[in-house]
């Protein structure tokens, strides 16, 4: 398969507006492929050479980018800039330029990817001209639509507008001709969270090498995901008897140990699957210790204040996410693993395992090798609504942010949110007593003293999982400090955009001054959820959308995806509970 057509097809997906047509041409691109292009197309559709928890990182900022098309389209950089300033997209801008083509040699797709995987991995002294001069001589010998997806894809702004479901469909109308095996694919995907794998599965054995997918070490499970609950009584209707643990403010990590006769590998993943390991030599240090032959849990790293023995504030433990002075940082800040389940142990999937039984193995194991750094979270049986408000209270008193309660009989459900686990977390004042993960969608431009920040305030959107698509919820204005919006603003033009993505759905007279790409999760804080004419969460022909009233910025979820943000199914449940 030629690169051309892959690309081809990608222009003519980001054409087309109807999601199932979309669906229809991504699934007909799959069925041409063979099972190894197949699993580079998935990568590729995502704006990816590999999987996310190994990550793609070119190391190219789009100043240098322009340079590189300059050179490449052999015109002065300051046309680009331009050109840039008016298509607001550098491989619009290299497509454009007459002479692109002369040298065209009809790169295959495996071809493509190879040499795109030899510039990404290019390092050390010299390495950003050596990149570049490798990028002209490549896109000096494609095809003009190749080309501006080749600049797409290094710059990370593909804009197919879609996210994995979007694939996951279409695989199974490669397959079937329709969604009905989607929830198949979706099963794959989520025990083995990755989409080239996924793809070249279903392209040499079909259903049935699907249905047989399980877990791999070294590639992480989508983690589960909690309900929410108004109160403790509401809690209990839905679970009944259950258990309960506390709700930890660290990072949600899961590990995964490997040993062989030689070497232990140890892995730490993040909730977005993100490979976090280089950033706790101190807890793989820990497990280490664990003799097992293969091992995959789950649980919150925090720190606990030496001198008090209380956990420290999120804000306090986050530091502990950097690049460079991470032993200096392991010293100075350790952290605490609290295991809160356990997936996989020695060759064996524990998924379809109870809580409960999952729950003993757990203990097991932490008390046999797991010391001071990695121990078991606290857990509570529960009988009834007071003993809900009991343990919430003790968890409160200690400064947590909630509890989360559990099905004992419940299976692990991977990459699901479901009421087998609900959470129950700090009430404060207003009426929504939780807070909403909405992605940044757009700014519009600052006013009185705020212009001089060139950003006044931002358009923020749910996820629809149903539709893949991002809908707006809010305009919001305030929750940052002066440096705060300009260093919001930096990142927003990062990632900013010549035109609304067509997965953003938005009023037209909301939109803002400038978009971006639906990337960056925030937290924000509201006094409640109303009913709106404008904003498009949920909105239909009959029926108003949803909106978030005086809502305030409270930060980033840097740990989340954009299609891991408050979905419209769960912010329809809290619209709900505001007035149980």
């Given at each position: 398969?030629?690169?051309?057509?892959?690309?081809?097809?990608?222009?003519?997906?980001?054409?087309?507006?109807?999601?199932?047509?979309?669906?229809?041409?991504?699934?007909?691109?799959?069925?041409?492929?063979?099972?190894?292009?197949?699993?580079?197309?998935?990568?590729?559709?995502?704006?990816?050479?590999?999987?996310?928890?190994?990550?793609?990182?070119?190391?190219?900022?789009r100043k240098?980018?322009?340079?590189?098309?300059?050179?490449?389209?052999?015109?002065?950089?300051?046309?680009?800039k331009a050109e840039f300033k008016l298509l607001g997209d550098l491989g619009k801008v290299l497509e454009a330029q007459p002479d692109v083509?002369?040298?065209?040699?009809?790169?295959?797709?495996?071809?493509?990817?190879?040499?795109?995987s030899g510039i990404e991995a290019l390092g050390g002294t010299g390495s950003q001209e050596l990149k570049a001069q490798a990028l002209v001589d490549l896109l000096g010998c494609v095809e003009p639509v190749a080309a501006k997806f080749i600049v797409r894809i290094v710059l990370g702004t593909l804009r197919l507008g879609f996210s994995d479901m979007t694939i996951l469909d279409a695989l199974s109308w490669m397959l079937v001709g329709d969604k009905s095996v989607r929830l198949?694919?979706?099963n794959a995907y989520n025990v083995c969270a990755d989409m080239g794998r996924v793809a070249r599965a279903a392209k040499t054995g079909g259903q049935e090498v699907l249905e047989r997918m399980g877990v791999v070490m070294g590639i992480p499970i989508r983690p589960a995901a909690a309900e929410?609950?108004?109160?403790?009584?509401?809690?209990?209707?839905?679970?009944?008897?259950?258990?309960?643990?506390?709700?930890?403010?660290?990072?949600?990590?899961?590990?995964?140990?490997?040993?062989?006769?030689?070497?232990?590998?140890?892995?730490?993943?993040?909730?977005?699957?993100?490979?976090?390991?280089?950033?706790?030599?101190?807890?793989?240090?820990?497990?280490?210790?664990?003799?097992?032959?293969?091992?995959i849990c789950e649980g919150e790293a925090i720190i606990i204040d030496e001198h008090t023995g209380s956990f420290v504030p999120f804000q306090e433990t986050v530091k502990r996410k950097r690049k460079h002075g991470v032993k200096e940082a392991a010293k100075e800040m350790p952290l605490t693993f609290f295991m809160f389940d356990i997936l996989y142990l020695n060759g064996q999937s524990l998924l379809n395992q109870t809580h409960t039984q999952r729950r003993q193995v757990l203990e097991q194991l932490v008390d046999k090798y797991g010391g001071d750094t990695v121990r078991a979270i606290d857990e509570a049986q529960i009988n009834s609504p007071d003993d809900i408000e009991s343990y919430f209270s003790q968890a409160i008193a200690r400064g947590l942010e909630g509890i989360v309660a559990k099905k004992p009989d419940a299976v692990y459900r991977p990459g699901k949110r479901n009421f087998n686990w609900i959470k129950f977390k700090r009430h404060e004042t207003g009426q929504l007593d939780d807070t909403i993960d909405c992605v940044v969608l757009g700014y519009y431009a600052g006013r009185g003293k705020r212009s001089s920040f060139g950003i006044g305030a931002i358009l923020v959107g749910i996820y629809n999982e149903q539709e893949d698509r991002f809908e707006t919820v809010a305009k919001i204005g305030t929750g940052?400090?002066?440096?705060?919006?300009?260093?919001?603003?930096?990142?927003?033009?990062?990632?900013?955009?010549?035109?609304?993505?067509?997965?953003?759905?938005?009023?037209k007279h909301l939109a803002p001054d400038v978009w971006v790409q639906p990337k960056t999760v925030c937290l924000v804080r509201a006094d409640e959820i109303t009913k709106s004419p404008v904003h498009k969460a949920g909105a239909a022909e009959d029926k108003l959308g949803y909106a978030l009233r005086f809502p305030r910025f409270m930060g980033y979820r840097q740990d989340k995806l954009a299609t891991q943000a408050t979905d419209l199914s769960e912010l329809k449940r809290l619209y709900d509970i505001q007035f149980q």
């Amino acid at each position: 398969m030629k690169f051309v057509d892959v690309a081809s097809a990608f222009g003519a997906i980001e054409g087309e507006s109807s999601r199932l047509e979309m669906t229809r041409q991504l699934a007909s691109l799959f069925q041409e492929a063979t099972a190894d292009e197949a699993a580079i197309i998935a990568y590729l559709a995502l704006g990816q050479l590999r999987p996310t928890y190994k990550g793609t990182q070119f190391n190219i900022a789009r100043k240098n980018m322009m340079n590189i098309v300059a050179r490449a389209a052999g015109v002065p950089v300051e046309q680009v800039k331009a050109e840039f300033k008016l298509l607001g997209d550098l491989g619009k801008v290299l497509e454009a330029q007459p002479d692109v083509q002369n040298s065209c040699t009809g790169l295959s797709l495996l071809e493509l990817n190879q040499r795109l995987s030899g510039i990404e991995a290019l390092g050390g002294t010299g390495s950003q001209e050596l990149k570049a001069q490798a990028l002209v001589d490549l896109l000096g010998c494609v095809e003009p639509v190749a080309a501006k997806f080749i600049v797409r894809i290094v710059l990370g702004t593909l804009r197919l507008g879609f996210s994995d479901m979007t694939i996951l469909d279409a695989l199974s109308w490669m397959l079937v001709g329709d969604k009905s095996v989607r929830l198949l694919c979706e099963n794959a995907y989520n025990v083995c969270a990755d989409m080239g794998r996924v793809a070249r599965a279903a392209k040499t054995g079909g259903q049935e090498v699907l249905e047989r997918m399980g877990v791999v070490m070294g590639i992480p499970i989508r983690p589960a995901a909690a309900e929410r609950s108004s109160s403790p009584q509401a809690l209990f209707d839905k679970l009944g008897p259950c258990i309960a643990q506390e709700k930890l403010d660290g990072f949600r990590v899961q590990v995964q140990v490997k040993r062989t006769a030689d070497k232990v590998e140890i892995f730490f993943y993040s909730r977005n699957l993100q490979n976090m390991t280089a950033m706790f030599p101190d807890l793989a240090q820990a497990f280490e210790r664990f003799e097992v032959e293969s091992l995959i849990c789950e649980g919150e790293a925090i720190i606990i204040d030496e001198h008090t023995g209380s956990f420290v504030p999120f804000q306090e433990t986050v530091k502990r996410k950097r690049k460079h002075g991470v032993k200096e940082a392991a010293k100075e800040m350790p952290l605490t693993f609290f295991m809160f389940d356990i997936l996989y142990l020695n060759g064996q999937s524990l998924l379809n395992q109870t809580h409960t039984q999952r729950r003993q193995v757990l203990e097991q194991l932490v008390d046999k090798y797991g010391g001071d750094t990695v121990r078991a979270i606290d857990e509570a049986q529960i009988n009834s609504p007071d003993d809900i408000e009991s343990y919430f209270s003790q968890a409160i008193a200690r400064g947590l942010e909630g509890i989360v309660a559990k099905k004992p009989d419940a299976v692990y459900r991977p990459g699901k949110r479901n009421f087998n686990w609900i959470k129950f977390k700090r009430h404060e004042t207003g009426q929504l007593d939780d807070t909403i993960d909405c992605v940044v969608l757009g700014y519009y431009a600052g006013r009185g003293k705020r212009s001089s920040f060139g950003i006044g305030a931002i358009l923020v959107g749910i996820y629809n999982e149903q539709e893949d698509r991002f809908e707006t919820v809010a305009k919001i204005g305030t929750g940052l400090s002066d440096q705060g919006w300009q260093e919001l603003k930096t990142l927003c033009d990062e990632q900013a955009i010549s035109e609304q993505p067509k997965n953003v759905v938005c009023s037209k007279h909301l939109a803002p001054d400038v978009w971006v790409q639906p990337k960056t999760v925030c937290l924000v804080r509201a006094d409640e959820i109303t009913k709106s004419p404008v904003h498009k969460a949920g909105a239909a022909e009959d029926k108003l959308g949803y909106a978030l009233r005086f809502p305030r910025f409270m930060g980033y979820r840097q740990d989340k995806l954009a299609t891991q943000a408050t979905d419209l199914s769960e912010l329809k449940r809290l619209y709900d509970i505001q007035f149980q």
